[in-house]
């Protein structure tokens, strides 16, 4: 009996320590990987969304901004922020979609074509050419999917705002969903 109370309890410590963690996760393929998989256990693997914030901001960490359904056709969506571990619904918002249009054209969901592991990745390489090209050490401030108010998906991008670790010029890089660097800017 005491074995299997103190399996429970570790393994409680365990889900709560990993939860609680992703304020810190680092802005990686395997940070934002746990934090899709926050996204996930909070709103469902089926959920919709129009668009997904993530911010880094000292000495808050992480936090996660974003627009949500599971239920495209009702056209109800929360727009929720996940900060300092929980998560809490900001407003309520009605889309408004051409007549005849489906719901779920307007939104896209976390599966194999868009994800925050990608994004993650996305995030190391801008980091890397930020390095190389400018011999600047920046950190994430910002990373942003978002899909256009037309509903084109094939016109969706990574973006990715940097900022050097003692603050300065924001860099910003654009790729597109395959992986190619679209634009930088500063």
Do not use: R
């Amino acid at each position: 009996m005491k074995t299997i109370l103190k399996t429970v309890v570790v393994a409680f410590a365990l889900i709560v320590t990993s939860c609680g963690n992703i304020t810190k996760q680092p802005a990686t393929a395997e940070g934002l990987g746990a934090m899709e998989e926050e996204i996930k256990s909070n709103f469902g693997d089926d959920a919709y969304f129009t668009e997904i914030t993530i911010a880094n901001a000292k000495p808050i960490g992480n936090t996660i901004s974003l627009i949500v359904t599971d239920a495209p056709e009702s056209l109800t969506m929360g727009q929720w922020s996940y900060v300092q571990n929980g998560w809490k619904q900001t407003s309520e918002i009605t889309l408004e979609i051409p007549e005849g249009s489906k719901a779920s054209d307007f939104m896209f969901q976390l599966d194999d074509k868009i994800n925050l592991s990608t994004l993650g990745g996305l995030v190391e390489k801008a980091t890397e050419k930020l390095s190389e090209d400018k011999k600047i050490d920046g950190e994430l401030s910002l990373a942003h999917i978002k899909i256009p108010s037309n509903g084109d998906t094939s016109k969706m991008n990574y973006l990715i705002n940097l900022k050097p670790e003692n603050g300065g010029t924001t860099f910003s890089f654009e790729y597109g969903l395959d992986g190619e660097l679209k634009d930088m800017k500063y």
